[in-house]
Structures are given as structure tokens and as C-alpha cells.
């Protein structure tokens, strides 16, 4: 029941994508669409650091989980109500909904490019690293290699923060250097060798910075590979939602299944062993990414230069 539910949760997560995709197509010009996605994932990361900091007092103040989770709820529907009420359409850049007769029209242009599919396939193998270390690293560190809990709860914690400066400056970073795949599929590889790295040390300094650049390499694609949509030529704005919607339930699906995939590995080769071998998942992300086209600020320049 547990990992149904969790699938469940990865189609919500990436169901909600769509809409915000819509807005963004409405509001936001192509070129600022890197920006605005790096402020995005900005937020997110820091409600997940306020969230994970947070937790211990709202279970104290509100005595337990269940009125934590009510008192969320009731939080969300505040917020999904002001938004309700104070959201407009932007009336010069009208979306369809809809980018033929049939209302599957959009999922079939979507998933007619190429690019859609790499980012989707490949996506899940960081997500799954990800969701293994933060989730089970913790256990290993302090039961195995014999770290305080202090020490492994500073050295995991980075993560979060290597996200956070990720996020804020990777947009900033691909702009200057032109390229986009240059942000996105070296992190494959790297992330690997960082994983790794901090599977094999005990020694503290050392493990803060592996798990601060695996943080950061976790989320630096991220805003440059959630643009490509944007960029495809001639595709909808309700195809380019509909295909950000299927690269992030994919992805959000791959870091389900690592619970599945550490505990399978446990049963047979150890914990130790089995985050080891998760660490080889990030490949998957270099292998499909390697094969996206171009679509970078020098790209651009190149084409123009054509036309011109």
C-alpha cells in the first residue's frame, strides 16, 4: 500500500506541473523561461529545508501528526483559494487548451519529440540516487561506518543546501556559457563519482563537500532541462504542458521505485553494497541526455545568424 501510494503521489506531482506550465506560456517569454524555472525550483528547495526544519515544532505545538496534517491542509486551501481569486489570464498572450480536435491531441504532439522522451527515461536515474541517500544514507552512516548522529545529519543536510545554490545560479551559469547540454548531461557522470566518493569516506569535511556538489548537481540541470519544451519549435503551449506533466511523473515514479531498489539490494548484498550500487544510476540521465539537441544561447546566435 505504501509504494501505491507513492505512485499516486508521483502522478499528482507531476500532474500539477501542467498547469504552472500553462501560466508560465501565458506570462513569460522563451528566453526568461530558464530564470523563472531556477526561481521555481528555488522555492521549492527552500520549503523543503523551512518544511524538514519546521516539522519538530508543528508536532510540538500542534500535538501529533494528524493535526499537522489538517493544519496543511487547511494552509492549502488558503493559498488555493487566493490564487483562485487573484489569478488573471494574460489577455495579449491567450493559451489554447487544446492544439487539435481531440482532447488527447496535445499528449500525442508532446510525446512526438524526441526530446521529450530522453529527459523522461533518463530523469529517474537521479532521482532514485537522491531518494536512497537521503533516505537511507542516514541509517548506513550511523549503524555501519559509525558516525554520530550529529555528524551524518550535518553531512546529509548539504544536500538540501547544494540544491538550494544550484537552483539559483545554474540559469545564470548556462547563459554564460551558451550551452545548454553543457548543464545538464555532464551531471550524470558527476553525480555518480560525488555519490560514490561519499560512500566511501568517513571523514566529515570531505563528506560535506561530496554531498554539497551531489546536491548541487541534483538540481543544476533542472531548470535548463525543464526549458527544452519551451524551446522545441512549432509545439503548443498545452504540448508543452503536457509533456513537462510526463517528464516529471516519470521522474517522480523513478525515485519511488529506490526504496524498492535498496531493499530488494539489502536483502542480498547489504546496505552498504546496495547504496553503492545506486550510485551508478545517474549514468542513465548521461546516456539519454547526450543524445538532446542544442537548443542553447549560442544555438540561437548560430541561427539568426543564418536567417540573417
Not at 548506513?140 to 555528524?151: D, Q, R
Request: hydrophobic letters at 55%; glycine letters at 10%; proline letters at 5%.
Amino acid at each position: 500500500m505504501i509504494i501505491v501510494g507513492r505512485i499516486l503521489l508521483a502522478v499528482f506531482l507531476g500532474a500539477y506541473a501542467g498547469p504552472i506550465s500553462m501560466v508560465k506560456s501565458t506570462w513569460i517569454p522563451t528566453d526568461n523561461i530558464q530564470s523563472v524555472n531556477g526561481l521555481q525550483e528555488v522555492s521549492s528547495t527552500f520549503g523543503q529545508v523551512i518544511g524538514t526544519a519546521g516539522v519538530t515544532a508543528l508536532l510540538t505545538a500542534l500535538s501529533g501528526w494528524k493535526n499537522v496534517m489538517l493544519f496543511l491542509g487547511v494552509v492549502a486551501g488558503i493559498v488555493t483559494i487566493v490564487w483562485f481569486l487573484s489569478y488573471k489570464d494574460n489577455p495579449e498572450r491567450p493559451v489554447q487548451l487544446s492544439s487539435g480536435g481531440s482532447v488527447l491531441a496535445p499528449l500525442k504532439e508532446a510525446l512526438g519529440h524526441k526530446e521529450i522522451w530522453l529527459l523522461a527515461i533518463g530523469w529517474p536515474g537521479t532521482t532514485l540516487v537522491w531518494i536512497a541517500f537521503t533516505t537511507y544514507w542516514p541509517t548506513y552512516a550511523t549503524e555501519i561506518a559509525g558516525m554520530s548522529l550529529n555528524a551524518a545529519g550535518l553531512a546529509i543536510g548539504m544536500i538540501p543546501i547544494g540544491s538550494f545554490i544550484a537552483c539559483l545560479v545554474s540559469p545564470t551559469l548556462t547563459k554564460i556559457i551558451g550551452y545548454d547540454k553543457a548543464m545538464i548531461c555532464p551531471w550524470g557522470i558527476l553525480l555518480c563519482v560525488f555519490y560514490f566518493v561519499g560512500m566511501s569516506t568517513s571523514n566529515i569535511t570531505l563528506l560535506c563537500i561530496m554531498f554539497f556538489l551531489a546536491g548541487f548537481g541534483a538540481f543544476a540541470f533542472v531548470p535548463i532541462a525543464m526549458s527544452v519544451p519551451w524551446k522545441l519549435k512549432g509545439i503548443s503551449p498545452a504540448a508543452i504542458a503536457i509533456g513537462i506533466t510526463f517528464i516529471l511523473m516519470i521522474a517522480n515514479i523513478g525515485g519511488t521505485l529506490a526504496s524498492v531498489v535498496v531493499n530488494a539490494l539489502m536483502d542480498s548484498v547489504g546496505l552498504q553494497r546496495a547504496l553503492q550500487i545506486c550510485c551508478v544510476s545517474p549514468l542513465l540521465f548521461f546516456i539519454t541526455t547526450i543524445f538532446l539537441p542544442e537548443l542553447g544561447r549560442k544555438h540561437e546566435e548560430r541561427e539568426a545568424a543564418m536567417k540573417g
